[in-house]
């Protein structure tokens, strides 16, 4: 399959309709990104015709639906190039995904008095769940600050190593604010020369470049699938084997047992240890499909496409008078976000809508980014997807101009 925007922009449906009697101009994607009939296809034939609860059922329908569940988890294993199936844990979404490395890898290996080391670039869900670690279980959280290009600080990442205190560094592959792509490779090896184990939020960057979690060595790597165009309510834990053997289980009951008795239980094996209750079959085929859409498309391909509209938007953007950038990292992705002179993030979005373009707008879940960067009222924000076109970014830049002119 060759990278034809125009083709691929046929497969959303939703990219078809009007919005307040003008052509969608959805630069949301960084959000939640829309969904091909791909996706939308298998999860309706999985509840039309192949659905029951995995796992359990010695007939026909529980076998199929098991076999299809398991199949999503090695198409993520191979996509991920993780070394074995059984290192991907599915979950709820990347936030789920944190806050179970946080209790069970924080407070069940982790020691009070070690650090974990995280950023001022976070998203919430990357900071939040440490915070409620270091207050709960005495840990020491510790901030990497962030240049004034939006780029993390390696030299204070070295500083807050140095110790030899931290446990585990928490960071972002790609910022859902500013954009920056971080060296993932590098962060990897300055924190395991330091003794330290390293996540990566892979939120942003699992859907705009190939992940390779061994080339990586990444010790955990988290990911969401409805902005893989995938569905809601699935999300991924890569995390290396002998990690997931010893870190105990997050919530109680399901498959996460081996075996129980009134007098206790003892736990599965991983990734079913980690997987307590019914999971989310049918989102986990919809995750399959949308793996196996981008995959055909080719990440190479849909990163040089984005690549070429990062250039684009970076020129158009820089044109409009009033206009100000948060970061400009020479390693980014389509993720763009702005503030106009005079108007407020929640105005201009709104006056953007009425020209039927869908942009973001407040703190985007990074509150102590945004003080970083003194824009405490928040921004606005432009993500792109594989779909979204050098047009649709013209037409942001016209419409900007149109409303500085309105609020001026």
Not at 21 to 44: C, E, H, N, T, Y
Not at 122 to 149: F, K
Not at 236 to 241: D, G, P, R, T
Not at 255 to 276: K, N, Q, Y
Request: hydrophobic share 45%; net charge negative; glycine share 8%.
């Amino acid at each position: 399959m060759s990278f034809d925007v125009r083709k691929i922009r046929e497969d959303f449906p939703i990219l078809a309709q009007m919005q307040r009697g003008k052509p969608l101009v959805f630069l949301d994607s960084g959000a939640s990104a829309q969904k091909p009939r791909q996706v939308i296809g298998a999860m309706m034939r999985c509840m039309e015709s192949a659905y029951a609860n995995v796992h359990r059922g010695a007939y026909y329908l529980s076998e199929t639906a098991t076999e299809a569940y398991e199949a999503s988890r090695r198409a993520v294993a191979t996509f991920l190039n993780a070394a074995r199936a059984e290192e991907i844990v599915f979950t709820a979404n990347s936030t789920m995904a944190i806050n179970l490395v946080a209790h069970c890898y924080g407070r069940g290996i982790l020691k009070p008095g070690q650090a974990v080391v995280t950023s001022e670039m976070e998203h919430h869900a990357n900071m939040v769940p440490w915070q409620m670690l270091r207050d709960a279980h005495g840990i020491e959280l510790r901030y990497v600050r962030v240049t004034d290009a939006g780029e993390l600080d390696l030299e204070d990442l070295a500083a807050k190593l140095k110790d030899g205190k931290v446990g585990l560094v928490a960071v972002t592959h790609m910022s859902n604010v500013l954009g920056t792509v971080t060296p993932a490779a590098q962060i990897a090896r300055m924190a395991h020369e330091a003794g330290a184990k390293v996540l990566f939020d892979g939120s942003q960057a699992a859907v705009h470049r190939k992940v390779d979690v061994q080339a990586l060595d990444a010790d955990f790597y988290v990911f969401t699938g409805h902005k893989l165009y995938g569905p809601t309510g699935i999300g991924v834990l890569y995390a290396k084997h002998a990690l997931l053997e010893a870190m105990p289980p997050f919530l109680g009951g399901g498959d996460m047992i081996a075996t129980v008795s009134l007098a206790g239980s003892t736990w599965a094996a991983p990734p079913a240890r980690f997987e307590a209750g019914t999971p989310a079959i049918v989102e986990a085929i919809g995750l399959h499909a949308a793996i196996d859409y981008v995959t055909a498309i080719g990440l190479p391909a849909i990163e040089a496409h984005e690549r070429a509209l990062v250039d684009h938007a970076m020129a158009v953007l820089s044109q409009v008078e009033g206009l100000s950038l948060l970061g400009r990292a020479q390693d980014r992705g389509g993720v763009f976000a702005f503030s106009l002179d005079n108007a407020h993030a929640h105005d201009l979005s709104t006056l953007l809508d009425r020209a039927g373009i869908a942009v973001r707008a407040g703190r985007h879940c990074a509150e102590p980014l945004h003080e970083r960067f003194g824009v405490e009222g928040g921004t606005c924000r432009a993500s792109f997807g594989l779909y979204t076109t050098p047009e649709e970014i013209d037409f942001l830049g016209a419409a900007l101009v149109k409303a500085r002119e309105f609020f001026a």
